[in-house]
């Protein structure tokens, strides 16, 4: 807003400056209003296909596994929503993305992330057991 306004030097303020001035700044910070409503609605089906492939992240910051790659992106999109938010919207930027920090391929991570979650519910829900999910604290089973 400030070179805008410093760029119109002694130039009067009218509906087309403010007009032209908003849509620079939309442009650019829209991602934070969509970011927001992603992560207020049921997730996208690209939105869960990134959340799916970064399971197994640990967190640790000697972790540059492509995992961590995609959970270190996802905080990171909350300081910045656009680098990564357009992915949560469109299936092939997803999967560009996932591609991008996994050796050129998007796929087989995702099918190690499904079978991790899915063998962690069983443990869960049918042995009663810790699910062992990464980076979260151990499960105790309370009698119902």
Same mark, same amino acid.
């Given at each position: 807003?400030?070179?805008?306004?410093?760029?119109?030097?002694?130039?009067?303020?009218?509906?087309?400056?403010?007009?032209?001035?908003?849509?620079?700044?939309?442009?650019?910070?829209?991602?934070?209003?969509?970011? /927001?409503?992603?992560?207020?609605?049921? &997730? *996208?089906?690209?939105?869960?296909?990134?959340? @799916? %492939?970064?399971?197994?992240?640990?967190?640790?910051?000697?972790?540059?596994?492509?995992?961590?790659?995609?959970?270190?992106?996802?905080?990171? /999109?909350?300081?910045?929503?656009?680098? &990564? *938010?357009?992915?949560?919207?469109?299936?092939? @930027? %997803?999967?560009?993305?996932?591609?991008?920090?996994?050796?050129?391929?998007?796929?087989g991570i995702g099918v190690k992330g499904k079978v991790g979650i899915g063998k962690a519910q069983i443990k869960q829900l049918l042995l009663r057991k810790?699910?062992?999910?990464?980076?979260?604290?151990?499960?105790?089973?309370?009698?119902?």
């Open positions: 807003l400030l070179e805008c306004i410093i760029a119109h030097e002694d130039r009067e303020f009218d509906a087309e400056w403010m007009q032209s001035t908003f849509e620079k700044f939309w442009d650019r910070h829209k991602w934070i209003n969509t970011f /927001n409503n992603i992560l207020l609605e049921p &997730l *996208t089906k690209p939105g869960q296909e990134l959340l @799916i %492939a970064q399971y197994g992240s640990t967190g640790a910051p000697d972790n540059d596994s492509p995992q961590q790659l995609i959970a270190d992106a996802f905080v990171e /999109n909350f300081d910045d929503p656009a680098t &990564l *938010t357009p992915a949560f919207l469109d299936m092939n @930027i %997803a999967r560009d993305f996932i591609a991008s920090v996994n050796h050129g391929k998007w796929r810790d699910p062992g999910h990464p980076s979260t604290v151990p499960f105790e089973v309370h009698p119902t």
